[in-house]
Each structure stands twice: as C-alpha cells, then as structure tokens.
C-alpha cells in the first residue's frame, strides 16, 4: 500500500476529531476550512516526521494547533499568553473522547448526548433549539415565549452541567486540578 | 401568555455558573470570533480549564448536531484533491527527467552473458510467483479496504443529518400504479412532500414538531402525532411510511442482513458503494410497513447517498386487480439537489398556505379514518 494511501486512510478516521478540535479554536467555519485543509497538507509535507509509534490523531492536532495561532497572528491578534495551555487541554480533552467506547467519532460521542438526556426539560430544549435548530437566543426566546435573559441563562446552565457531566464520564476533572 | 423564568427550575452543578456567564454570552458564531482569545487576554484570573471545556463543548454540540460534517468532508476532498494533483504533477516531472544509462564494456558483457542468463531466467520465475502473490494480496487488499456495510450506513446516516435542504424525487410503484412526488428534506427534522394526484396537488410536512397534511381542497390539518401521519401515507400512497431518508438509515441498521460493492451507478455513470439490506424476519417484525430489501446507492466521491430504493413483498390475503398485494411496492428516492438557503419557516404550513384554515388538534391513530380522502 502507497504512503498517500493509508496517509489518506488515516486522515479520513481522524477527520471529525480534527475539525472539532479546529472549530474548538476557530468559531468561524470558513476560516476553520482552511486550517483544516492547511493542516492535511502540512501533515503529508511532513509525513516523514511523524513517529509511526505514537497516535496519528493528537500529531495532527499538533500541527492544527499551530496553524490556528499563525491564523490568529496573521489577522493581528497576537495570541494570548495562556492560548497554548488553551489548546493543550482541549487536545487533552479529545484524547480522553477517542479513548472512548466506539468505532467513529459520532460513536464516541453516546457519552454527550447521553449527558443530553439527562439535562432538564427547559435546558434540553435550549440547547436543542441552539444547536440542532441552530436558532440564536433572540430567536428561542420566541418558540419558548421565554425572556432573552432566560434563555441565556438556561444555555449558560445546561452548558455547565454538560461540562460537569462529559468531564465526569471522561475523568478529566481529577487529572486537570 | 406569562413569560416563563428560571427562578425554581432544578440547577444541579458544582461550579459557580456565574463565573462563566461572560463566556457563554459572547456570540461563540459571529465574524469576529476572536472576542473569546482577546477576552480571555484581559483575564488571567479565568481558569484556563474552563474556557477549553467552553470551546470543546461548543465544537461537540455543533458536531452532534451534524454541523460540522459538510465543512469536514469539505476539507478533506479538497485537501486530498490537492495531494492527487500535486503527484500527478510530480510524476510527469520525472518522467521529463533524462535517465541515466550505465554504459557496460562489450568485453565485460561477454564475460557475463552467460551467467546473466540463467540469472534472468531465476530472476523471472522468481517474478511471476511475486506478481502473482502480489496480484492475490492486492485483491485480497482492495476487498478488505472496502468499508464495511455498517460503516457504509452509519456515514451516511451521519451525512443525511445535515442541516441542509435537499431535494429528492420521490417515485412509489404497486402493481400498475405509479405516484410520483417531490420531496424536501432538512436532516432528520422537517420534510415536506408534493405529490400530485388526479384530484390535484397534496402535500404532507412536518416542521420540526407538528405534521400536516394540505389536501387538494379544505383546511390543512396538523397533529402533533406520527402515528397520523404514518396512517395518512399509508391510506393515500399504499404505504411505505419510510420518506425522511435519515429515517430509512437509523431503521436499517438493526433487524437487515447488510451487504455491500462497489460498482458503478447505471444511472449516474459515477463510482458508487451499493448497500444492499435485507429484513432478516419479516415474519417476525411487528412493523408490517417495513421494507423487506432495501438498495442504497452512494456516491463513493461525496459520500451523498444518491438514491434509495425501498421494496416490499408483504404476504396479505388482500389483492388488488393486478394481483399484488396491498402491501407490495417499490419506493424509490433520488436525490435531486441541495441548498442550505431555505427560509426557516419554509416547512411551515403556516408559511405554505397562509390563506387556509388550519385545523389542529391531537390526533391517535384510530382518528386516521376521519381525515377526508385525497380521492
């Protein structure tokens, strides 16, 4: 089998972890695009570099890592002093999801939507509106005839309690205080 | 209507939820995206894990929602396109590249002439027991790269959830009659199908939370209930309640024998994966409806599911002038086309026929026979 090929094939399996990562970083998904196909290319330039006996993932996430500051120092804003802790915990995060139970990375994330079912009635639908719906706060406030304020408050909670959840299912909490 | 307010709603967190709420007010989408870095700037006192737990958890609720697939799957043709491209342009450089030939003395060939032979002849059966190693592995190799059937469907149900317009032509066969239909579809959300009848045009929606049904004459009902609009399609369209493609992929993936090739598409001409399912009880399946074969035909370049044809032979005492049963038929759904630029209220019957009254009211299905017949 040629290089390209399992390079290929070992793109594809870490694709969705990688954009994650990215739009972790970057909330604008065109610029994410870009950082995401910079990154590929970046990885096949260097291919020789990579450690074969070390994860494929975290090495991407490495290289995406960087590009991600560099496009933050190209629009003038220079990085802040704690943005590469930043980017450290968060790949850190992703280790632990693809430590999890499943093939792909949608399978790997039971252990949020699990967390999802769990939340109550009003912040589930929040964040249902939000995400699935993608409609922005002003516009939940308007299917769930609840004030501007509520509604923040409900993403901002059932936010928490996600966070709370996932770090407790991941056993991250322990190893990041 | 009282506004509703979270003051005794249940909060069942540790961390103090007010120490984050400058990070989750920030718009997390807007252009200027970098407020979160240059806020976090100003801020040492925040705590870093916090805000890596904010941003994470944002990207995954925006992957779970399927958000971000089609700007993955963006990324990745277009990054592999690139890679494709620049061998191709490689290649041909070397092949621009003059070779370098040894020169070999005549004297020193004679020498070796003979033993070089015999060494060609080792050398080429040698060769030929490689070749045909290699050609075995090869096939072995190209068969086992094949996704697996399961795989196959679970990218393309994750595909199917996007939350993107895509339009089908909807196409359902039994015995003589044929009934074609136009179908729109936003993930595994809204849907919205016109098919025309003899009596004239009839559309079944359903926006989210609410199906509705505009028959050709008389006000629009809507129920909140699938059961209606399960009992509806199957009373009108001889049944086969299977339009949303996402729904058709969740459901194959228990209860189906899955198979799956590579071949090309006759109608598209294009590389595809053909999975094909088959129920593997259909005695024994409490759903009736349910197809017995089911044909997915994806576009093995976009990932898209291109077409799916769903079949069922159901045996019934119940036959109609061409001798198939009630519950025969073949659907087919093909894809047509896909935009992201629909009105949200697009599937709305609200939006759709603002000019007709709107019944609305819990429906079960034993009310199915209640609704007036689309003749």
Redo the contacts between chains.
């Keep these: 089998m040629e290089a390209k090929e399992v390079f290929e094939i070992l793109v594809r399996e870490h694709a969705t972890g990688l954009m994650v990562f990215i739009r972790s970083l970057i909330a604008d998904s065109a610029a994410a695009e870009d950082v995401f196909q910079e990154t590929l290319l970046t990885a096949w330039k260097n291919m020789e570099r990579f450690d074969r006996g070390r994860p494929f993932g975290p090495w991407l996430r490495g290289i995406a890592g960087k590009l991600a500051l560099g496009w933050y120092r190209q629009r003038g804003r220079q990085p802040i002093s704690q943005s590469e802790t930043i980017i450290e915990l968060i790949d850190s995060r992703l280790t632990a999801i693809q430590n999890l139970q499943g093939d792909t990375f949608n399978e790997k994330l039971d252990a949020l939507r699990e967390c999802m079912s769990h939340l109550p009635g009003p912040y589930q639908q929040a964040i249902h509106l939000r995400y699935e719906q993608q409609l922005m706060p002003a516009a939940i406030t308007e299917v769930t005839n609840a004030t501007l304020e509520t509604v923040k408050k409900r993403l901002n909670r059932a936010r928490l309690l996600l966070m709370a959840c996932i770090n407790r299912k991941l056993n991250i909490a322990e190893s990041t205080t | 209507?009282s506004?509703?307010?979270?003051r005794n709603?249940?909060?069942?967190?540790?961390?103090d939820?007010s120490s984050?709420?400058w990070l989750?007010?920030l718009?997390?989408?807007?252009?200027d995206?970098?407020k979160?870095?240059?806020y976090?700037?100003g801020d040492?006192t925040t705590d870093?894990?916090?805000?890596?737990?904010?941003?994470?958890?944002?990207?995954?609720?925006?992957?779970?929602?399927g958000?971000?697939h089609d700007?993955?799957e963006?990324?990745?043709q277009?990054?592999?396109s690139?890679?494709h491209s620049n061998?191709q342009k490689l290649q041909l450089e070397e092949e621009l590249q003059p070779t370098s030939q040894s020169i070999v003395p005549a004297t020193e060939a004679r020498v070796h002439r003979e033993f070089r032979s015999r060494w060609w002849h080792q050398r080429g059966l040698r060769m030929a027991v490689a070749a045909s190693v290699i050609f075995v592995l090869f096939t072995f190799?190209w068969q086992s790269?094949l996704p697996s059937a399961k795989?196959l469907l679970?990218q393309a149900y994750?595909y199917s959830l996007a939350?993107l317009d895509r339009e089908y032509q909807v196409t359902l066969r039994r015995g003589d009659m044929s009934m074609e239909g136009t179908l729109l579809v936003r993930?595994n959300?809204a849907f919205l199908l016109t098919v025309n009848t003899i009596a004239g045009q009839q559309t079944f929606g359903r926006n989210?939370r609410e199906y509705w049904l505009a028959p050709t004459i008389g006000p629009v009902l809507k129920s909140d209930s699938r059961y209606w609009i399960a009992s509806i399609l199957h009373q009108h369209s001889g049944g086969l309640p299977y339009l949303e493609p996402a729904t058709v992929l969740q459901r194959l993936q228990s209860d189906y024998k899955l198979a799956r090739e590579r071949r090309v598409d006759p109608k598209t001409n294009r590389d595809s994966y053909l999975v094909t399912a088959l129920l593997e009880k259909p005695e024994q399946s409490a759903d009736f409806l349910r197809p017995h074969r089911v044909q997915l035909w994806i576009d093995v370049e976009s990932g898209r599911t291109q077409r799916i044809v769903l079949e069922r032979h159901a045996p019934s005492p119940l036959r109609d002038s061409s001798g198939a049963t009630l519950f025969d038929g073949t659907l087919t759904i093909e894809f047509n086309r896909e935009t992201s630029t629909l009105a949200?209220d697009y599937y709305r019957c609200e939006s759709r026929f603002p000019d007709r009254a709107i019944l609305s009211r819990p429906w079960s299905a034993n009310d199915a026979s209640a609704v007036p017949s689309a003749q």
């Design positions: 209507m506004q509703n307010n979270d709603e249940p909060v069942e967190h540790s961390a939820d984050a709420d989750f007010n718009n997390f989408d807007a252009p995206e970098g979160v870095l240059e976090l700037q040492e870093p894990n916090l805000v890596a737990d904010a941003l994470l958890l944002h990207s995954l609720l925006l992957q779970n929602a958000s971000l700007s993955t963006r990324g990745l277009r990054a592999l690139a890679l061998d190799f790269r795989t679970a994750e939350l993930g959300e989210g949200p």
